[in-house]
């Protein structure tokens, strides 16, 4: 590696651990007690396996907990196949959610989904991902007396910068990504509208092996505005992701 990408990586670096490490500053304690701001841990383990030229099979593990005495923990389930066709990418399968709560019934939820992404502009420079995403939500809460049933549809845009090596095989890379989410099928309530932005940390540890560090900041009522506007915030979540990609 050239001293030129070793100096480029470290400033990049440098950027990224000052970006997530001044979440908490902007958005701390003070901001949560103003603002009622919830404050989340996520770890996930996504392994893949290579079906053939086009096609994988992708799973998800995950833990998750809010921090606080109103906190909960949940554990997530996720698997789909995913589908490369030309510039297009096809996804269908289902999650599993099991949320243990600390004050309240616990909730289960199973949401099969399928999704498209597609990439443009896919330049030298600048390349951004869409991904639209359908999701039919089946909850239960307390009882398994009947589910409340919703259609969800999120969309999301993601672009990523190589910060040292070529840039599909680069050792770090950052990335940003905005996402809105829209309840389509009953009437909305405060956790079915929602938008978030999201900044992360990616690095490559093996061929196969990537570890990703996200920030991501929520407003859960119309249009994202800013992460460092208090009243505007409804959730912060610290995501850690281990990726490890197998081959048949």
């Not at 199973?110 to 869409?130: K, S, V």
């Not at 999301?156 to 910060?163: I, K, N, P, Y």
């Not at 093996?206 to 800013?226: C, K, M, N, P, Y």
Request: hydrophobic content about 40%; glycine content about 10%; overall charge positive.
């Amino acid at each position: 590696m050239s001293l030129t990408s070793l100096r480029r990586a470290a400033a990049a670096s440098a950027v990224a651990c000052a970006v997530l490490a001044g979440a908490p500053v902007f958005c701390g304690p003070g901001a949560a007690g103003q603002s009622g701001t919830s404050k989340q841990l996520w770890i996930d383990y996504n392994p893949s396996l290579a079906l053939g030229s086009a096609h994988d099979l992708v799973g998800e593990a995950g833990w998750r907990t809010r921090l606080g005495e109103r906190g909960w923990t949940r554990y997530t389930l996720r698997t789909h196949v995913r589908q490369r066709d030309g510039g297009l990418e096809w996804a269908a399968g289902v999650s599993t959610f099991y949320t243990r709560a600390a004050l309240g019934s616990n909730v289960v939820e199973l949401r099969p989904f399928q999704g498209l992404r597609t990439r443009w502009p896919n330049g030298r420079f600048l390349r951004i991902d869409h991904y639209l995403r359908a999701e039919e939500r089946f909850q239960w809460g307390g009882s398994w007396d009947g589910a409340d049933v919703s259609l969800r549809l999120r969309y999301r845009l993601q672009t990523e910068w190589a910060v040292s090596g070529f840039r599909d095989r680069a050792s770090w890379r950052l990335l940003l990504n905005a996402e809105a989410f829209s309840t389509i099928t009953k009437e909305a309530t405060r956790f079915d509208e929602a938008s978030r932005l999201g900044v992360g940390v990616e690095r490559s540890m093996a061929e196969a092996v990537r570890l990703r560090l996200d920030v991501i900041w929520q407003r859960s009522t119309g249009l994202f505005v800013s992460p460092f506007d208090e009243s505007s915030l409804d959730a912060i979540y610290f995501r850690l992701r281990l990726f490890q990609r197998f081959t048949g």
